[in-house]
């Protein structure tokens, strides 16, 4: 199990490279990467071995090599930006080869189940690198609040708001994050050109993410799974009556009995029982030999309405966790 201190140090290093990542949105110069951005990954490196001694000096020596904010701001566009931009920092388009594909809402459904809304001067899409590290941090921060005298053994009895910050943490960074910004990364090693710091630059941060994301990922991975689904839960999907394969029902959805198992939701993720007629269904059309994947949604994802408005980054003053820019956030 990692440190106390962990999950802090992560939440205040995502809010940072969230800020970055914002360039554009919140004009952060050459000058706030170098006064403020680089001290505090040099304050935080002692607490995150994805902060290595190796990778700093080659960030900073890039940065130094940065002659100006407009230089950065060109490196920027050339990779995220210009279309055909080469590298979007969109995480839907490394995982699904589109923009509002399956991922894209899922992550707008995890955002809306603890209650985020979108800020009115981010007028990006919902799976933006920037909004989603700012939801981790977010909900690091919640994670925190609810163990507030030290992290808990794997296997411990923890409340339910517990378990699900720690279920959509963890399904969140296994499923979308971090393989997303593994694509995002190797797409920035085809495209970047070594010679120009100030694309570099950004190479060097997204690699950053891609560690310390790992890292999060081996801490949360014990507790995810050993608090999966409460051992009572289970006992009493387990004791479920199971039916004849023969319907005695004449068709009718609801009225034979079924074994309730139960399903992960194919928006959010979240385990879920099904009711009655959800689960008949799903049993005859895998007995069919079709496939049932699309009946696995959860009620709360049903009332989910893709077509509003995407979701708010929390503000750094919703966090425990400091602010990304020392007194400069927007």
């Known amino acids: 199990m990692t440190s106390d201190r962990t999950p802090l140090a992560s939440a205040e290093l995502y809010l940072c490279l969230s800020r970055a990542f914002l360039t554009p949105v919140r004009h952060v110069t050459r000058e706030e990467l170098r006064d403020a951005l680089l001290p505090d990954l040099r304050e935080l490196a002692g607490q995150l071995p994805a902060i290595s001694d190796d990778w700093l000096a080659r960030f900073t020596a890039t940065l130094d090599a940065v002659d100006s904010s407009q230089q950065l701001l060109l490196g920027y566009s050339k990779l995220f930006l210009t279309p055909p931009a080469p590298a979007p920092l969109n995480l839907g388009a490394h995982l699904d080869g589109a923009i509002q594909g399956r991922s894209a809402l899922r992550i707008e459904a995890l955002y809306r189940r603890h209650g985020l809304e979108r800020a009115t001067d981010f007028h990006d899409l919902p799976d933006h690198l920037a909004l989603n590290l700012q939801w981790l941090a977010w909900m690091l921060s919640r994670w925190l609040e609810a163990h507030p005298n030290g992290s808990p053994a794997p296997d411990s009895d923890t409340a339910p708001e517990s378990r699900d910050i720690v279920h959509d943490l963890h399904a969140m960074l296994q499923e979308i994050t971090h393989p997303g910004v593994a694509r995002l990364r190797q797409a920035i090693a085809v495209a970047v050109d070594a010679s120009r710091p100030e694309q570099q630059l950004w190479q060097w941060l997204v690699e950053l993410t891609q560690h310390q994301l790992a890292h999060d990922m081996a ?77 696995a949604l959860c009620s709360q994802c049903r009332e989910v309405d893709t077509a509003s408005p995407a979701m708010t980054p929390p503000s750094h003053e919703q966090s425990p966790a400091r602010s990304a820019m020392r007194g400069k956030s927007g």
Not at 246 to 264: F, H, I, K, L, Q
């Open 219 to 295: 801490w949360l991975s014990p507790l995810a799974v050993a608090q999966a689904m409460p051992a009572s839960s289970q006992a009493r999907v387990d004791k479920q009556p199971v039916a004849d394969n023969e319907p005695t029902d004449d068709n009718a959805y609801g009225r034979c009995v079924v074994s309730a198992t139960a399903m992960d939701c194919r928006v959010c993720g979240e385990r879920f029982p099904p009711d009655a007629v959800l689960s008949e269904m799903h049993e005859r059309l895998t007995t069919a030999g079709l496939d049932a994947a699309h009946l």
